[in-house]
């Protein structure tokens, strides 16, 4: 079962948007892609683009991406006019990768970059531009998985103060496929959708919010 925010016609508009706002943050702005990444993280810009307004993965350019992430965090920058290369630098590639990455896998923006910084994803550049974008999605999911060793269902539970016992009992969920979830041998990813509601609404979560 796989659950997206937004329609895949927009993922390529998204993709051309996130990617011209980190190389024109870091490459014109000068603003260093770790502290982009956490301001462009932490923003609501980046909860807008998650869930697919159309105003930010459609109706404006990456420069006014960046501006609205900077403008909101009220960082300081000396402005610039627009500049979007068609030569796309390795800059470029992190932001489009990301913003598939994102979309793709229902991450939120600032779980992806808090285990994996946008410096780290521009370094990857020379060994994934070329493949095919899973390859770098696979890569992804292994060092989210060593930064977070807990399945978003467990992260959530324990979030929440409540024992696999107490989460069973307020969702109605059997304890055991409980723990099947969340020692990752049976994939939520592909429980039925009754199931996943059950739980988001015992731990006050979306059903996307769960799944790994």
Known sequence: MEIRAYDEIYIGSAQYILGHAVDFAVMS??????MF?????TS????QFANGNPRYVAGMNGCELARCVLEETHMTFTDTEDVMYLDKSPEYWAGWVLAFY???TNRSFMEILGAVP????ISMY???HEMDILRFVEHMDE??????PYTRLKTRRLNNGMSQSELASESGVALRQIQLFEQRRRNINNAAAIT?????KALHCHIEDLMD
């Open 29 to 34: 702005l000068n603003i260093s892609p770790d």
């Open 143 to 148: 060092l989210l998985h060593e930064a977070n």
């Open 196 to 200: 996943l509601l059950q739980l988001s």
């Open 126 to 128: 020379s060994v994934y």
């Open 118 to 121: 946008l410096s780290q994803i």
């Open 44 to 47: 609501s810009v980046s909860t």
């Open 37 to 41: 990444g956490n301001v462009f993280a």
């Open 102 to 104: 994102q979309w793709y």
